[in-house]
């Protein structure tokens, strides 16, 4: 008599797969991106993401009734402001484009949360994510700025600061700004481990951000590193972040696995703007199934570790979710 095991018996119905189901994706989970401009009117296509629009405030509203009438409890605004400067003040203008956006969208749904990404590269007209002298990032003079842009989102209302700049110490510049004005209930979902990715590109068209010279390799990390994401993860921990941003996502889920396993704060994977164009492209194409792919993708980031995951395909999600379905 032959002995193996049958694993094939724990597979043999839908509902008996998802008693033994290790790993569900939830509405919860998710985090939709916005991209809020200014003007009157625009919901502008990003061509290199099909699906996702530049929206003014005054259509910002119905994109905000759609996104909580599918279950999702989360957004994260990115502002593209009508004019850049050197030292980026549209990111920490009291009633700069994503300060209003974040009033306005508290106003309509309260109990929306909304978290507000930190960073200068949309505001600057050089287009880096710090202060530029002489050619260089400067760190020290940058996290003046970022923790003014984090306290005026604060003012705004934004439930949640999520700095994605990369300087060095921006947690603790952040942390010490928001609580000296009042706002040490407001928790830090840091970008801490962020990788200088090629995966970005799209979203820097839906940004407008792409940086006029040089590159992000000064600020953010070599994909080819490994425990530079636990030592950047440990200092954002120790300057008091609430939650572990990991991104990219799919190439990285051994780094989601890594800093799941090494901390004890929520991991967030974010699933970026070139991870959703290459399914887009290739779904248009018909070359592959959408749906069983994106379900597949944001399965294996949980998988991996990931308690939240950021991704432009929440709206599709949520609504496959209400779908009788095997995921
Ligand atoms: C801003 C920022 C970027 C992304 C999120 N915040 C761009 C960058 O670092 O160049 C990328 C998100 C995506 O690709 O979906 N610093």
């Not at 969208?105 to 929306?112: A, W, Y």
Request: negative net charge; proline residues 3%; aromatic residues 8%.
């Amino acid at each position: 008599m032959l002995n193996f095991a049958r694993h094939r018996r724990l597979r043999h119905t839908a509902n008996l797969r998802a008693m033994v189901r290790e790993t569900r994706l939830h509405k919860e989970d998710l985090i939709y991106p916005i991209f809020v401009v200014e003007g009157e009117n625009q919901k502008n296509p990003v061509q290199s993401m099909p699906g996702v629009f530049q929206v003014s405030l005054d259509l910002l509203n119905e994109e905000i009734e759609e996104v909580v009438k599918l279950g999702i409890k989360s957004v994260i605004l990115f502002g593209i402001p009508h004019e850049k400067d050197e030292v980026g003040s549209g990111a920490y203008h009291d009633h700069g484009i994503v300060q209003r956006a974040i009033a306005q969208i508290k106003q309509q749904h309260s109990d929306l949360v909304v978290i507000a990404d930190t960073c200068l590269c949309e505001y600057t007209d050089h287009g880096h994510c710090g202060v530029v002298e002489n050619g260089q990032i400067v760190n020290d003079a940058s996290l003046k700025l970022l923790a003014k842009t984090a306290v005026s989102q604060a003012k705004a209302g934004a439930d949640i600061i999520a700095p994605s700049n990369m300087m060095d110490g921006f947690v603790a510049a952040i942390r010490e700004a928001l609580d000296e004005e009042g706002f040490v209930h407001i928790p830090i979902m840091s970008y801490a481990v962020k990788y200088a990715s090629a995966f970005y590109g799209p979203f820097r068209e839906a940004a407008e951000s792409t940086p006029k010279f040089g590159d992000r390799k000064t600020y953010q990390m070599d994909p080819a590193n490994r425990l530079e994401a636990l030592r950047e993860a440990e200092a954002d921990v120790e300057q008091g972040c609430d939650f572990l941003i990991v991104k990219p996502a799919l190439s990285y889920l051994d780094i989601v696995r890594d800093v799941k396993n090494h901390f004890n704060l929520p991991v967030v994977a974010y699933n970026v703007s070139g991870e959703y164009s290459m399914i887009k492209a290739a779904a248009e194409n018909g070359w592959i199934d959408e749906k069983g792919t994106v379900l597949e993708m944001l399965t294996s980031m949980k998988r991996a570790g990931a308690d939240l995951i950021i991704t432009y395909h929440a709206k599709d999600v949520a609504r496959w979710l209400d779908e009788q379905s095997d995921y």
